[in-house]
Every structure is written in structure tokens, then in C-alpha cells.
T-cell receptor, first 114, second 117 residues
Framework: QKEVEQNSGPLSVPEGAIASLNCTYSDRGSQSFFWYRQYSGKSPELIMSIYSNGDKEDGRFTAQLNKASQYVSLLIRDSQPSDSATYLCAVNQGGGYNFNKFYFGSGTKLNVKP | SAVISQKPSRDICQRGTSLTIQCQVDSQVTMMFWYRQQPGQSLTLIATANQGSEATYESGFVIDKFPISRPNLTFSTLTVSNMSPEDSSIYLC??????????????FGEGSRLTVL
């Protein structure tokens, strides 16, 4: 079983719509959760971090965390063609031996169509 | 945040040779890591670069193949030794911020795209 699971996509949405990206994780002790955006040929860029249950908003991005369901999501409102990229979910266990270990999902490819 | 510079950004190498990738961080960070991302795949952690001591390698990665140095808090190198076409990949340096004001996020360099012929 993979530590972090994401639907590989591609997820296609029209410009202006809401894109919803989902991620599940297996370790119930995970403490920190991150979303990275990776354009083709580029390195991952951190766009959101979330540590507590609930929603966290930053501009057009909203991260949602539900630790009971071991589920984290990213909503992108008013999607733009420039949002077209692969989105990586990353989970950190936050303590003990694996304090610095980040587990990455395989990424969801998002296509925003003009 | 941390700004991370890597070089070379890309290289084409011959089978059996070795290549060293350099990574420079603009601030003192506690943790530095090396990841590999093969085409169409997610990130795989190779090792944690420890300052002043031997790196900590993940399962499947060994020091003889991927020697790592970290002489100070802002600089690290990864060498890919005796390369084969299977080593063709993007190698990413990353650093984790620390300190009272840090949220413990992981930042990445621009990556080094390696092609082995």
C-alpha cells in the first residue's frame, strides 16, 4: 500500500471552474500536509501547507484536511490555463524517527482548458 | 522560505562516468535532502545530507553509488557514480526550514536533468 495516493488524472476543467484535487494517506500519525505544483520540466513549488483539520485559504487556493478520514484536498477556484500542471500531495509524519521524511503522491495532472 | 541553487541544470553523460551535482542554499537550514524523479514518476528520497557526517540513505540507495557531502549548513553535493542509462533522471536538492518562525516546509532546487547514453 502506498503511503500517499492520488488520482493520476488528467483532470480537465474549463477556465473559470473549480478544480478539486484529492489525496489520501495511510499513516494516521501524519502531522503535516503539503501541496506542490510542478510544471513540466520544472521542480516542485510549494503552494499550500496545512496542519489542522478544516480549511485553509490562500487566494484562489483552499486546502482541506480531514485527519479522521485521512484525506486532504486542494481546491482551485477560478481556474486559469496557467494552473495547468501536476499537483503533488506530500505528507510528513512530524515526529520520531521519520520527522524529516516526506512521502509524496504520484501527482494529479490538471488541464485547464481556455 | 529558502532559495536553492543547483548546478548543472542538465547534462548528458557517457555510461560508466560519474557526475557531481552541487546544491547551495541561501540561508542556513537544518536539513538537506536529495531526491530523484524519474520520467513520469513522483519523487523518491535518495538520502538525507547530514552536516559533518555521513549521509543517511533510504532503502535501495547506497553510498558507493550516490556519495553525498555536506561540509557546511548551506552546501551539499551528490555524485552519481558509474552511471548507466537507468540513472537518467532529474535529481533534486531540497531543504527543510527550521527555527521558531519556520513551518517546516520543504523547498526544492531547480533540479539537475541527467541523461546517460
Amino acid at each position: 500500500q502506498k503511503e500517499v495516493e492520488q488520482n493520476s488524472g488528467p483532470l480537465s476543467v474549463p477556465e473559470g471552474a473549480i478544480a478539486s484535487l484529492n489525496c489520501t494517506y495511510s499513516d494516521r500519525g501524519s502531522q503535516s500536509f503539503f501541496w506542490y505544483r510542478q510544471y513540466s520540466g520544472k521542480s516542485p513549488e510549494l503552494i499550500m501547507s496545512i496542519y489542522s483539520n478544516g480549511d485553509k485559504e490562500d487566494g484562489r487556493f483552499t486546502a482541506q484536511l480531514n485527519k479522521a478520514s485521512q484525506y486532504v484536498s486542494l481546491l482551485i477556484r477560478d481556474s486559469q490555463p496557467s494552473d495547468s500542471a501536476t499537483y503533488l500531495c506530500a505528507v510528513n509524519q512530524g515526529g520520531g524517527y521519520n520527522f524529516n521524511k516526506f512521502y509524496f503522491g504520484s501527482g494529479t495532472k490538471l488541464n485547464v482548458k481556455p | 522560505s529558502a532559495v536553492i541553487s543547483q548546478k548543472p541544470s542538465r547534462d548528458i553523460c557517457q555510461r560508466g562516468t560519474s557526475l557531481t551535482i552541487q546544491c547551495q542554499v541561501d540561508s542556513q537550514v537544518t536539513m538537506m535532502f536529495w531526491y530523484r524523479q524519474q520520467p513520469g514518476q513522483s519523487l523518491t528520497l535518495i538520502a538525507t545530507a547530514n552536516q559533518g557526517s555521513e549521509a543517511t540513505y533510504e532503502s535501495g540507495f547506497v553510498i558507493d553509488k550516490f556519495p553525498i557531502s555536506r561540509p557546511n549548513l548551506t552546501f551539499s553535493t551528490l555524485t552519481v557514480s558509474n552511471m548507466s542509462p537507468e540513472d537518467s533522471s532529474i535529481y533534486l536538492c531540497s531543504a527543510r526550514t527550521s527555527g521558531v518562525l519556520s513551518t517546516g516546509e520543504l523547498f526544492f532546487g531547480e533540479g539537475s536533468r541527467l541523461t546517460v547514453l
